[in-house]
Antibody, heavy 118, light 112 residues
Framework: EVQLVESEGGLVQPGGSLTLSCAAS????????MHWVRQPPGEGLVWVSR????????TYADSVKGRFTISRDNAKNTLNLQMNNLRVEDTAIYYC???????????WGQGALVTVSS | DIVMTQSPLSSPVTLGQPASISCRSS???????????LNWLQQRPGQPPRLLIY???TRFSGVPDRFSGSGAGTDFTLRISRVEAEDVGIYYC?????????FGQGTKLEIK
C-alpha cells in the first residue's frame, strides 16, 4: 500500500523558516518524481514544486522560487521541502504527492498545515 | 501558465441522479508524446485530494465505474452516472502536461 506521511507543520513568524518532510513507503521511491502541492485554508489547490528521480532536476512555482528548496533522500525514502523567508500568503496545507506514471499526480499524503503569522 | 476553468462551481444533485462537470483549458493539453495529461481529483470534506481519472478517461485504482471522463484538446467532462452520498465533495480538474501543473477552481458537489 502506498503511503505518504508528512511531518507536522507549525506556526512560523513571517520571515522565518520551516522544513517539511515526507516519508514514503509501499512503492519504489527512487523510480518516480515527487511533488509538493499546497492548499490555502478554504481555497483551491496550487502546485508548488517537483523533483526528478535522482534529485538533480527541480522545478518551482514562481511564487516560491528562490525561497523554497525541494530535495529527496532515496536511501531513506524521504522527500523534503525547505521553506525560507516565509510570508503570510504561504499559509496552507502542504501535500506530498507522488508523481504517478501517466498521471502526473496520483497518491497524496494527509497534508501538513503551515501557518505563517506574527 | 495553462488556465483551467471549471463549470459549474456548485452542483446540487439528487441522490441516484447523474452529475456532470466541465473543464476547459486555455491551451491544448496534448503533450509532445501525444498523451493528454488531464486528470480529475475528488476531495471529500476534511480529506486530501484523491485521483479519480487520469489521461482524460482512465479510472485510477479502486475508483467506481460510475465515474467516467471524456473530452479532447481543451474541453473535458467528468460524469457521475448515479450520485451517491459518499460523492459529496469538491472536484478538481488538473493538467500535468506542462509546468507549472495547474488546477481548476473546483466544483462543489452537494446533495439536494
Amino acid at each position: 500500500e502506498v503511503q505518504l506521511v508528512e511531518s507536522e507543520g507549525g506556526l512560523v513568524q513571517p520571515g522565518g523558516s520551516l522544513t517539511l518532510s515526507c516519508a514514503a513507503s509501499g512503492f519504489m521511491f527512487n523510480t518516480l518524481w515527487m511533488h509538493w502541492v499546497r492548499q490555502p485554508p478554504g481555497e483551491g489547490l496550487v502546485w508548488v514544486s517537483r523533483i526528478d528521480v535522482e534529485g538533480t532536476i527541480t522545478t518551482y512555482a514562481d511564487s516560491v522560487k528562490g525561497r523554497f528548496t525541494i530535495s529527496r533522500d532515496n536511501a531513506k525514502n524521504t522527500l523534503n521541502l525547505q521553506m525560507n523567508n516565509l510570508r503570510v500568503e504561504d499559509t496552507a496545507i502542504y501535500y506530498c504527492v507522488r508523481g504517478g506514471p501517466g498521471s502526473g499526480l496520483d497518491y497524496w499524503g494527509q497534508g501538513a498545515l503551515v501557518t505563517v503569522s506574527s | 501558465d495553462i488556465v483551467m476553468t471549471q463549470s459549474p462551481l456548485s452542483s446540487p444533485v439528487t441522490l441516484g441522479q447523474p452529475a456532470s462537470i466541465s473543464c476547459r483549458s486555455s491551451h491544448s493539453l496534448v503533450d509532445t508524446d501525444g498523451t493528454t495529461y488531464l486528470n480529475w481529483l475528488q476531495q471529500r470534506p476534511g480529506q486530501p485530494p484523491r485521483l479519480l481519472i487520469y489521461q482524460i478517461s482512465t479510472r485510477f485504482s479502486g475508483v467506481p465505474d460510475r465515474f467516467s471522463g471524456s473530452g479532447a484538446g481543451t474541453d473535458f467532462t467528468l460524469r457521475i452516472s448515479r450520485v451517491e452520498a459518499e460523492d459529496v465533495g469538491i472536484y478538481y480538474c488538473t493538467q500535468a502536461t506542462q509546468f507549472p501543473y495547474t488546477f481548476g477552481q473546483g466544483t462543489k458537489l452537494e446533495i439536494k
